[in-house]
């Protein structure tokens, strides 16, 4: 199904035979792809197999760096703080991501509802997500804040206890998961929305004549026909809240209190531009992209053959 | 028409709520940017400010170059995104429409590249833009991203795909080559899919923090993200109403590019989620 005309077009005969037509094609090709193949050669290939070998240097980006073999990775294993942090990272992606899901599956439920003012409520609830990272993680900053924070003085008025939202170490993780839900839950109920609407209408107008419920309907059809979304919805919220997380935590806690928000994303900025180990850094960056590919294939594996199963 | 059963009222109070706990940080942070310093601390918290001042907005472009910060966000990301738009709808129109061998393969490794974190590319990435000499220079925010990006020009491909190339016969039969049809042809077909692009790149890259964080080490270099971030680090860090008048001027050109161009944002993202 290419367009080449059969008949020979005209530029064939104005140029010098040096090259085929064929090779020519070629050439203009890969002219058009220049820009985007140095892209991504010098700032994702590259760096992927440069960030390889840095990870096995002892490298302060000052003198030049030392071979070491895989003595960053070995000393990944008899860290404490990187097992906190994995902890803390762990801990992290099991609030955002469930309660992301339930959050922008109840607001997509809504949504995906035949009412007055739905573009109104698609545009308010998709605010969030356009609005800088860095600047409403400050405002939520405000909202947490134990003294003067809008959040317990509510609690204080309705007489609930006030938790320390940020200065707690098993509060402060809660909070950050917080600010992370509430600024995707709009984009990713919208995403499921648009999943939900590509269902056909005929199966549910089976399932009513067979007399279930809107209860069933949702188990026995929505979900299982929106698996794909749903899987969408999950990975990329879990490669996001790496990025994410780091913006939120670096400017409500840096961290703390303690370690207490120090995700991955977090330790290794750290190790990197503020100790200068970038070996090291390198190491658990390396150890934190296996991981997310090990978690991308099990999510695939298991919503995947979930999905096969109804087909 | 619309009889208000009780489903509806049950579905209009959901959405009430979700709308309410979505603006609800964003009207604090206008409110408070617009307070005298001894009503923000009142307890508990009023809604609007007593009296409406612009003391903290004259505050904040004193104690930082927030002009500075602003115009090398604008530009930055104007440049970013230009770029991007250029660079991936070319490699797009070749992936669509070009023969050349290793085609297949490369658009393998293209799509492999989409699913690279930040997290492992971010060292080695910083110590080639150090190479360059570009830390704490426009470059180092742009050279990174300009080029284009998987992500746009597989995107634009998709697009591209769906356009009938019978246009594109007829022009080539009058002897134009692939630069003419590229720019005559394709281009302006494909401005609803460079739409969606621009305006969902415009916003990352505005709000980027991690990278002109880790690029950038003056005031003068700064993006807004890293301005405001470095302010409530600073001094000024239990100063709210400086606070969230640099947060407001943060966010405020993204809600107008938002409100503007709603309707690519929606179309963005249920093409992205029924891809």
């Keep these: ?311 | 028409m619309h009889r208000l059963t009780l489903r509806a009222v049950l579905v209009h109070t959901a959405l009430i709520i979700g709308s309410a706990s979505a603006l609800m940080p964003l009207f604090w942070m206008i409110s408070i940017s617009f307070k005298l310093p001894q009503d923000i601390f009142t307890m508990p918290p009023s809604w609007l400010p007593e009296t409406v001042t612009f003391e903290n907005y004259q505050k904040l472009f004193s104690s930082i170059p927030f002009a500075r910060q602003f115009l090398n966000t604008l530009g930055v990301t104007t440049v970013i995104v230009a770029g991007q738009l250029l660079f991936s709808s070319m490699g797009a129109y070749a992936f669509a429409r070009m023969r050349f061998p290793g085609r297949e393969h490369l658009f393998m490794v293209f799509l492999a590249t989409m699913m690279v974190p930040q997290v492992v590319t971010l060292i080695p990435t910083f110590i080639i833009i150090r190479t360059f000499g570009w830390v704490n220079h426009y470059m180092g925010l742009i050279a990174p991203y300009a080029l284009g990006s998987a992500v746009a020009t597989f995107m634009l491909r998709q697009f591209m795909l769906t356009i009938p190339v019978e246009l594109e016969e007829a022009a080539r039969m009058d002897g134009a080559g692939h630069l003419t049809i590229f720019f005559r042809i394709i281009l302006p077909l494909v401005r609803p899919a460079l739409a969606v692009v621009g305006v969902f790149a415009f916003v990352f890259f505005w709000n980027d923090f991690l990278w002109p964080q880790v690029v950038i080490n003056s005031e003068q270099m700064k993006t807004l993200t890293v301005g405001i971030a470095g302010l409530a680090s600073s001094v000024y860090g239990t100063d709210w109403g400086v606070l969230m008048a640099g947060a407001t001027l943060t966010v405020l050109p993204l809600i107008v590019v938002f409100l503007v161009a709603q309707r690519y944002f929606i179309e963005g993202i249920q093409i992205t989620g029924l891809k």
């Design chain 1, 1 to 311: 199904m290419t367009n080449i005309p059969i008949t020979a077009s005209p530029q064939t005969v104005s140029h010098p035979p040096m090259l085929s037509r064929e090779a020519r094609e070629g050439l203009t090709a890969y002219l058009f792809l220049a820009p985007n193949l140095i892209s991504l050669g010098l700032f994702v290939v590259a760096p992927l197999f440069a960030g390889l070998a840095i990870s096995l240097t002892d490298w302060d980006m000052m003198s030049s760096p030392t071979w070491v073999g895989a003595a960053n990775y070995a000393g990944l294993l008899s860290d404490p703080a990187l097992m906190l942090s994995l902890k803390v990272t762990l801990l992290y992606s099991l609030m955002v991501i469930p309660g992301g899901l339930i959050v922008s599956m109840l607001i997509a439920l809504a949504l995906n509802s035949d009412i007055r003012g739905l573009r109104i409520y698609q545009a308010i609830l998709f605010l969030p997500y356009v609005s800088s990272t860095v600047a409403v993680a400050l405002a939520w900053k405000w909202i947490y804040n134990p003294q003067y924070g809008i959040l317990n003085a509510a609690l204080r008025t309705i007489g609930l206890p006030q938790p320390d939202w940020l200065t707690d170490p098993a509060v402060a993780i809660v909070s950050v998961a917080i600010v992370s839900i509430w600024q995707t839950a709009g984009y990713n109920a919208i995403l499921l929305m648009a999943g939900m609407r590509s269902i056909p209408k005929h199966y549910y107008e089976a399932a009513s004549m067979d007399g279930a419920t809107g209860w069933q309907k949702f188990w026995r059809i929505t979900l299982p026909l929106l698996k794909p979304t749903i899987f969408f919805v999950m990975v990329t919220s879990l490669i996001n809240s790496f990025i994410q997380s780091f913006n939120i935590i670096f400017v409500m806690t840096g961290g703390g209190p303690g370690n207490a928000t120090k995700v991955l994303m977090f330790y290794i900025w750290e190790n990197a531009f503020n100790f200068f180990k970038m070996g090291y850094a390198s190491a658990i960056s390396y150890l934190l992209f296996v991981l997310l590919i090990a978690v991308t294939i099990l999510q695939l594996r298991v919503t995947g053959r979930g999905a096969e199963e109804i087909r």
